[in-house]
């Protein structure tokens, strides 16, 4: 079992939708956990953070983590054509600083 | 203003022959990890270093060298017996629990 496990998608939806990219992850003992975004070609970028269990909402995007389900998303509201990328997830390894990532979802926004 | 910077971003190395991929960050930032991306299989870690003259290998790191003799600086050596080094490296950085902050990358190529 992967450590931390993504669908590569592609995930279409059409502007102005919602995008939800699902992780999920097999160390019960994670207490960090990130949302990057990589542009093709590009490094990969950190765009959300979670440390507890709920929601938590900046701009368009919105994290949710429940650790109970060991499941991490994340939701992009009115979606953008600019938003087209792939999205890696990140989950910090219990008494470590190493990240571990999801091999990414493609996200593909549609006008 | 602060970052990580990679150099070169786009190297090309001979059969046999050793190169070394410069990391340089004024993030005052502890932790500095070498990441190798390849298509479809995200991201991999080579080294990483929590602190300086201090580092331990990562998931796939044969083929690989590092040295930490500055806080700043995390440069990474591909030698002739990587057998595969054609990929997209990635050097980041952080400082407690935040998630991290990744340089431009640098793109190897084998000629």
């Known amino acids: 079992q992967k450590e931390v496990e993504q669908n590569s998608g592609p995930l279409s939806v059409p502007e102005g939708a919602i995008a939800s990219l699902n992780c999920t992850y097999s160390d019960r003992g994670s207490q960090s956990f990130f949302w990057y975004r990589q542009y093709s070609g590009k490094s990969p970028e950190l765009i959300m953070s979670?440390?507890?269990?709920g929601d938590k909402e900046d701009g368009r995007f919105t994290a949710q983590l429940n650790k109970a389900s060991q499941y991490v998303s994340l939701l992009i509201r009115d979606s953008q054509p600019s938003d087209s990328a792939t999205y890696l997830c990140?989950?910090?390894?219990?008494?470590?600083?190493?990240?571990?990532f999801g091999t990414g979802t493609r996200l593909q926004v549609f006008p | 203003d602060g970052g990580i910077t990679q150099s070169p971003k786009y190297l090309f190395r001979k059969e046999g022959q050793n190169v070394t991929l410069s990391c340089e960050q004024n993030l005052n930032h502890d932790a500095m990890y070498w990441y190798r991306q390849d298509p479809g299989q995200g991201l991999r870690l080579i080294y990483y270093s929590q602190i300086v003259n201090d580092f331990q290998k990562g998931d796939i790191a044969e083929g690989y060298s590092v040295s930490r003799e500055k806080k700043e600086s995390f440069p990474l050596t591909v030698t002739s017996a990587q057998k595969n080094p054609t990929a997209f490296y990635l050097c980041a950085s952080n400082q407690g629990a935040e998630g991290y902050t990744f340089g431009s990358g640098t793109r190897l190529t084998v000629v």
């Open positions: 990140a989950v910090e390894s219990y008494n470590t600083d190493k990240l571990i």
């Open positions: 979670i440390y507890s269990n």
